[in-house]
C-alpha cells in the first residue's frame, strides 16, 4: 500500500497469491530475508533533493542511482487452530503488486476464513522534500513525516472479497511552499501547504481463473485533505494483478490507473486548477529451488509510474528493476 500512490516498489522478496485457508504452516516463527541489487531513476521536480537539484532551472530533473536493497519479514503463529499472527517486516502481497512499506502488526483468522489484520506504518510518508520547491532561489530541504495505521478484511465471510483501508497524518518540520522569493501573497502561499490528512481505501476481488492463473482486479480512493486548499485531491483508480505459476517459475504483473482531482486553483501556475493521470505497471519474477535449497530462491522485477498533469511541473517519471536473492525460514 501507499497512501499517496506516488511510491514505486524499491524491493522485492517473493511472489506469492495470498493464501486463504491459515495463516501459517505451523505455530511458531517464520519469515524471510532478501537482497537485491537495483538500479532505480526518478524524474521529479518535487523529490529529487540531492545538492545538484537545489536550483531549478526549468529542465525535468532526472536522478538515477544503483543500490543494494536487503528486506526482508518475520512472523510468530500461535493459537490452536494457527489463528493468531504477530508480524514485522515488508508484506509479501504488497511487495508483489509493487508497494513496499515496513509493517507491524496482528492478524486473526476466523472460522468462516476471514483474516482480520490491525498495522502501524511507521514509516511510509517519511523523507525529504524541499522547504519551498518553486523558489527560483537555492532550494533548502527539511523533513517530511507521518504515521499510517492500516486495517485489512481479507476473504471477508469466507468470500473471495477484501477491504484495505487506511489512515495516516503527513507533517512537514518547515512547509514554506510559495513564500520564498515568490510574487504571490502569503494568504496564497497558505493554499499550497503540503501538511495533510490521508484516506485511503481498496476494494478487491480474486477471480480464481485456473490452479495456475490468479487475477485480483481492485477499485482504489484515496483522499488527501491538506490544509492548503490547492494542494487538496481525491483520487480515484483502479487496478488489476495476475499471479502466475508455470512450473517452477512464478509470476506476478500489475497494472493500475490513477486520476487525482484538486479542490482549488494554483497561484504559482497561473490560477490553473490541477488534475494528474498516472499509469503504474510492476512485474516480479521468483525462481524457488536453486542451488538445491528448497529455502532459496531467485528474485527480479521491473517496474515503472508515470504521472503526467496538466501542470508540467508536476509531471513525474519513476522506474527501477532488480535482481536478488530470497531465503525462506
Same mark, same amino acid.
Given at each position: ?48 533533493? %540531492? ?42 502481497? =504488497? ?36 522547504? %519551498? ?142 488534475? %494528474? =493521470? ?52
Amino acid at each position: 500500500m501507499n497512501l499517496t500512490w506516488t511510491v514505486i516498489a524499491i524491493a522485492v522478496s517473493s511472489i506469492s497469491a495470498p493464501s486463504m485457508a491459515k495463516l501459517g504452516e505451523s505455530n511458531g516463527f517464520s519469515g524471510e530475508i532478501a537482497v537485491n541489487a537495483a538500479y532505480s531513476s526518478t524524474t521529479s521536480n518535487l523529490t529529487n533533493t %540531492d545538492d545538484e537539484f537545489r536550483l531549478y532551472n526549468g529542465d525535468p530533473q532526472n536522478n538515477s542511482s544503483a543500490l543494494v536493497l536487503p528486506l526482508g519479514n518475520v512472523q510468530y503463529t500461535f493459537g490452536s487452530r494457527s489463528n493468531h499472527q504477530v508480524f514485522l517486516g515488508t508484506s509479501r502481497a =504488497d511487495i508483489a503488486v509493487g508497494t513496499v512499506a515496513l509493517e507491524a502488526g496482528y492478524k486473526y483468522l476466523f472460522k468462516d476464513r476471514t483474516k482480520v489484520s490491525l498495522s502501524i506504518l511507521p514509516t511510509i510518508l517519511e523523507g525529504e522534500v524541499w522547504q %519551498d520547491p518553486y523558489t527560483s532561489d537555492a532550494r533548502t530541504t527539511t523533513n517530511e513525516k507521518g504515521t499510517a495505521y492500516r486495517v485489512q478484511f481479507d476473504n471477508i465471510a469466507g468470500s473471495l472479497f477484501s477491504l484495505d483501508l487506511a489512515y495516516g497524518k503527513r507533517e512537514l518540520d518547515e512547509e514554506k511552499s510559495g513564500l520564498i522569493n515568490s510574487a504571490i501573497t502569503s494568504e496564497q502561499a497558505q493554499t499550497l501547504d503540503r501538511n495533510a490528512d490521508i484516506l485511503y481505501g481498496k476494494f478487491k476481488m480474486m477471480l480464481p481463473i485456473s490452479r495456475e492463473l490468479l487475477l485480483y482486479p481492485a477499485l482504489i480512493y484515496t483522499q488527501q485533505d491538506a490544509q492548503g486548499s490547492a494542494m487538496k485531491h481525491n483520487s480515484y483508480g483502479a487496478e488489476i494483478s495476475s499471479f502466475a505459476s508455470l512450473g517452477n517459475h512464478k509470476l506476478a504483473f500489475t497494472l493500475g490507473y490513477l486520476k487525482r482531482d484538486y479542490d482549488a486553483s494554483n497561484p504559482l501556475f497561473s490560477d490553473t486548477t490541477r488534475n %494528474d =493521470d498516472e499509469w503504474k505497471a510492476f512485474l516480479a519474477y521468483e525462481y524457488p529451488g536453486i542451488f538445491y535449497s528448497n529455502n532459496l530462491s531467485l528474485v527480479a522485477f521491473g517496474g515503472v509510474t508515470n504521472s503526467t498533469s496538466n501542470i508540467a511541473f508536476y509531471d513525474e517519471k519513476n522506474w527501477i528493476t532488480a535482481v536478488g536473492l530470497n531465503w525462506a525460514f
